[in-house]
Nanobody
Framework: QVQLVESGGGLVQAGDSLRLSCAAS????????MGWFRQAPGKEREFVATITWNGGAAYADSVKGRFTVSRDNAKNTVYLQMNSLLPEDTAVYYCAARESRSTVIVTTLSRYDFWGQGTQVTVYS
């Protein structure tokens, strides 16, 4: 059974940093694209960042320059380093994985096949 488990969320002040982790189990995702999405209260889930198996990455404009996605294929884990956090970054953050093995950058939510349960990030001013 495939599981993606996020961790590292919390309550922080604006300007602080957090690092989210997503540990995959049940199979290896070392050759698959992984992504991070977030959903704020009353809003739709939106793309944050993605990383291909060989390290190609893309970011939403709202987080570019502040967030960095990375992965450790040996640990079957993907990370999201979030710096200079803003109150508008407050959301539940979800990790996702694609079934297909490709180096194509994918930012569309519906093209991800596996999802974690999410971790809450709250940023206060």
């Amino acid at each position: 059974q495939v599981q993606l488990v996020e961790s590292g969320g919390g309550l922080v002040q604006a300007g602080d940093s957090l690092r989210l982790s997503c540990a995959a189990s049940g199979r290896t995702f070392s050759s698959n694209t992984m992504g991070w999405f977030r959903q704020a209260p009353g809003k739709e889930r939106e793309f944050v960042a993605t990383i291909t198996w060989n390290g190609g990455a893309a970011y939403a404009d709202s987080v570019k320059g502040r967030f960095t996605v990375s992965r450790d294929n040996a640990k079957n884990t993907v990370y999201l380093q979030m710096n200079s956090l803003l109150p508008e970054d407050t959301a539940v953050y979800y990790c996702a994985a694609r079934e297909s093995r490709s180096t194509v950058i994918v930012t569309t939510l519906s093209r991800y096949d596996f999802w974690g349960q999410g971790t809450q990030v709250t940023v206060y001013s």
